[in-house]
């Protein structure tokens, strides 16, 4: 079982509506969680990242964090095509300490 | 703002040459990183350095080595390359602890 789970994906989403990705992990000790966006042959940039419990949103994201149930997810309003990437979810803490420890990503698809 | 830059982009190696990716970052940022990225495998750390000086092994050091040449430069070295070295090598950053990583480019290499 991976540290970080998320789902390959693809997710297909229309343009304009709402797509949620879902990130679970299994090392309680994990304290802050980072969302990356992926371009195809990109590098990873910087999408959120979140510390506490509940809901931080910027923009058009939100990262919502549930420590009791060990999930993360982001939430996209307004999908746009633009979105169209693979969102890497991060966990830093734990027994992994300074390190992130990563999701192998979820595809997302918007569609016009 | 250069942040994380990584040289060379793209390399053709053949099986049992060496070669040295080079990243150097401009953020004055204490700990250094270095990731693969295989198609369906995600992030998966290679060595990591949490400070100048100190390094350390990540999840698949087998094959490479690491040089921490001062608080700016983070070697990566393949001493006989493989061909299951071929991948995408991403390097990156981070200031204080809790902070996001950044990433660099990415550099693309083949082994024949």
């Known amino acids: 079982q991976k540290e970080v789970e998320q789902n390959s994906g693809p997710l297909s989403v229309p343009e304009g509506a709402i797509a949620s990705l879902n990130c679970t992990y299994s090392d309680r000790g994990s304290q802050s969680f980072f969302w990356y966006r992926q371009y195809s042959g990109k590098s990873p940039e910087l999408i959120m990242f979140i510390y506490s419990n509940g809901d931080k949103e910027d923009g058009r994201f939100t990262a919502q964090l549930n420590k009791a149930s060990q999930y993360v997810s982001l939430l996209i309003r307004d999908s746009q095509p633009s979105d169209s990437a693979t969102y890497l979810c991060a966990g830093l803490g734990g027994a992994a300490g300074n390190k992130l420890t990563f999701g192998g990503g979820t595809r997302v698809l918007v569609k016009p | 703002n250069a942040g994380v830059t990584q040289t060379p982009k793209f390399q053709v190696l053949k099986t049992g040459q060496s070669m040295t990716l080079q990243c150097a970052q401009d953020m004055n940022h204490n700990s250094m990183y270095w990731y693969r990225q295989d198609p369906g495998m995600g992030l998966r750390l290679i060595y990591y350095s949490a400070s100048e000086g100190t390094t350390d092994k990540g999840e698949v050091p087998n094959g490479y080595n690491v040089s921490r040449l001062n608080k700016r430069e983070f070697s990566l070295r393949l001493e006989s390359a493989a061909p299951s070295q071929t991948s995408v090598y991403f390097c990156?950053?981070?200031?204080?602890?809790?902070?996001?990583?950044?990433f660099g480019d990415g550099t693309r290499l083949s082994i024949l």
């Open positions: 990156a950053s981070r200031g204080q602890p809790n902070q996001p990583q950044h």
